[in-house]
């Protein structure tokens, strides 16, 4: 591999006088407001990210990619770049028609003319692709669940890049990147792509690769779309930043990348090397199981941990940038320094230290002590805001029975305990409440139901990501819907369902509100228990009986499970 081609590569963008008369012209065109991983594919299609596209794919090129990742030309492309639609709006498309493409404030980014649409065979891609129709993998599950049924293909023509309001500075487009790279001198840059904030280990093992290629070194991070659950990206830039410090002056760099990653372990690897390589890198760092999308629903990993690997050295000649393969650093503790793995000889006779990733999370989970040879003291104290340990961080508890099983008494009485514990702000969303406020125009459909809980667990949702108590108390009969929100939650904090599992008869014979003597006379219609359904709660984090006990005490046993989840400091 000789040094890097630093000429500017191909763009989707007009002249900026072109582009503010395309703005005006393209207001009374038929709009598409991308979602945002759209976004992010249009983006890296519009600066060059991922020449040699033109647009998004046509059918044609689609086949190819799917089929054996090359375009109708021949080049190579590992990953489709579509646009799916609904297939109300695509109907309401000619062949040939320009469309505007709005990103999701409605601001004009590009125009697209669609030379071609269909309805893909999403089983086929998610085979080929992602080595299996399995929606434990993100992206098939996005294919299948999130992504419209129908494709848009057909060249762009970019009127502005996407706006994006945080860290400006360290965003650039290919062309940014190679001018900045021509003005140092660097011929040779060794790209280091992650989605996790950088240890020790990674230091080490990303300066040792740029030393190994005599080539300095690009840290650049995805900022786009990662695996859900990631550590957000405002926290990893800072962590980046902190770590860009420990490098020797003048070797590395970093740029953020908005790329929507798909966790597709060797077309990923090989996409990625193809974008680096239009970044203006000579080398890539591909390490054991790059971009994995974690286990299969059996439990087992969608791909071999050298898969990526392999794929990329076949292709690597073609692609014009050239594999380091990532080193398994490990720390050896009697000589205080990082070592790979497969070079240590004295194994037997050292120490080696290593932290997984779960065992970081439960530390910082536990606020537990993070040592120093691991992580850099400015990474750690970024992760430890974001993350603080569950007793500080917000969580929802989510009461859910029938009508009268005593939820919202419960709910009261954990919510006063808390309060009097002090520390987070405590709010209730009780059934009643919800619906005088929040649903007042909703009634007991499943339909309505079902906006009833979502907005509920959207509120409690913002309530535990800004770090309160949410206290939810309503019947909630659907498992699918009380699934969602959990969901939401647990994006932010901990979800404690907790089921009052009073029986039907019981609550009838309490009937405190006299409502089942009007739904057995069918006064009230889909009354739950009686003339609606009610899912019972399969594997809540808790269930209380209150036939027999007290709410003191039936609270009490909530406040206790809270403790032993580790959400409340033992009392
Ligand atoms: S849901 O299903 O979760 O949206 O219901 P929720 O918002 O908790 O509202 C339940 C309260 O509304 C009263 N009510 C009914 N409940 C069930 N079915 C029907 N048809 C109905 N009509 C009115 C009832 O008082 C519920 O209050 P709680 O606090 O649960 O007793």
Aim: glycine share 8%.
């Amino acid at each position: 591999m000789a040094t890097n081609n630093l000429a500017p590569i191909p763009e989707l963008f007009v002249s900026y006088e072109s582009a503010q008369k395309l703005k005006v012209e393209a207001a009374d065109l038929t709009s598409w407001d991308l979602s945002p991983r759209q976004i992010c594919d249009l983006e890296l299609l519009m600066n060059g990210g991922f020449n040699p596209l033109k647009g998004f794919l046509s059918e044609e090129d689609y086949d190819g990619v799917v089929e054996n990742m090359r375009l109708a030309d021949g080049s190579l492309w590992p990953m489709p770049i579509t646009l799916d639609v609904s297939e109300k709006f695509a109907d309401s498309l000619e062949i040939g028609q320009d469309i505007a493409l709005r990103d999701q404030e409605g601001v004009i980014l590009a125009t697209m003319t669609v030379t071609d649409r269909w309805e893909p065979n999403k089983a086929r891609e998610a085979e080929k692709v992602f080595g299996a129709d399995d929606q434990a993998h993100p992206a098939v599950n996005y294919l299948h669940n999130t992504a419209g049924k129908i494709y848009l293909g057909g060249p762009v023509t970019g009127i502005q890049q996407p706006v994006h309001y945080d860290f400006r500075a360290r965003r650039d487009t290919p062309n940014e990147l190679r001018a900045y790279f021509r003005k140092l001198g660097w011929r040779k840059v060794v790209a280091f792509q992650t989605r996790n904030p950088l240890h020790r280990a990674h230091q080490e093992l990303t300066f040792r690769a740029a030393r190994e290629a005599q080539a300095n070194l690009l840290i650049h991070p995805v900022v786009g779309m990662t695996k859900p659950g990631d550590v957000d990206h405002f926290t990893r830039v800072r962590c980046y930043e902190a770590v860009l410090d420990k490098y020797p002056g003048s070797t590395t760099t970093m740029s953020l990348l908005p790329l929507a990653m798909r966790m597709a372990g060797p077309r990923e690897a090989v996409w990625h090397g193809l974008i680096r390589k239009n970044y203006g890198c000579t080398h890539f760092i591909v390490g054991r199981d790059h971009a994995g999308p974690g286990n299969n629903s059996k439990g087992e990993d969608f791909y071999g941990p050298y898969d990526a690997q392999d794929l990329f050295r076949q292709h690597q000649e073609e692609m014009g940038i050239e594999m380091v393969d990532f080193k398994h650093m490990v720390y050896v503790q009697e000589r205080a320094q990082y070592e790979p793995n497969d070079e240590i000889a004295d194994k037997d006779d050292v120490t080696i230290l290593n932290i997984s990733g779960t065992e970081l999370r439960r530390r910082l989970a536990e606020g537990l002590e993070i040592p120093e040879w691991f992580s850099f003291p400015e990474v750690v104290a970024e992760l430890r805001k974001t993350r603080p340990p569950r007793s500080k961080q917000g969580f929802t508890v989510f009461f859910t029975g029938f009508s009268g099983s005593g939820k919202s008494t419960i709910a009261n009485a954990v919510m006063v305990k808390l309060m009097e514990m002090g520390g987070r702000p405590v709010t209730l969303l009780d059934g009643d409440i919800v619906r005088k406020n929040l649903s007042s125009e909703l009634g007991f459909s499943k339909e309505h139901r079902d906006l009833n809980i979502r907005r509920i667990g959207y509120v409690a949702s913002e309530i535990t990501k800004n770090g309160g108590i949410a206290i939810c108390a309503p019947i909630a009969p659907y498992a699918t819907t009380r699934r969602a929100v959990r969901e939401d939650i647990e994006a932010f904090g901990a979800f404690i369902e907790v089921h009052v599992a009073t029986s039907i008869e019981e609550c009838e014979k309490r009937d405190r509100k006299g409502l089942y003597k009007l739904a057995r006379e069918g006064k009230i219609k889909e009354f739950t228990g009686i003339s609606d359904p009610y899912d019972v709660p399969e594997n809540p984090e808790l269930r209380v009986e209150t036939e027999g006990t007290d709410v003191d005490n039936c609270a009490h046993q909530v406040i206790l499970k809270l403790e032993s989840m580790g959400l409340i400091a033992a009392h």
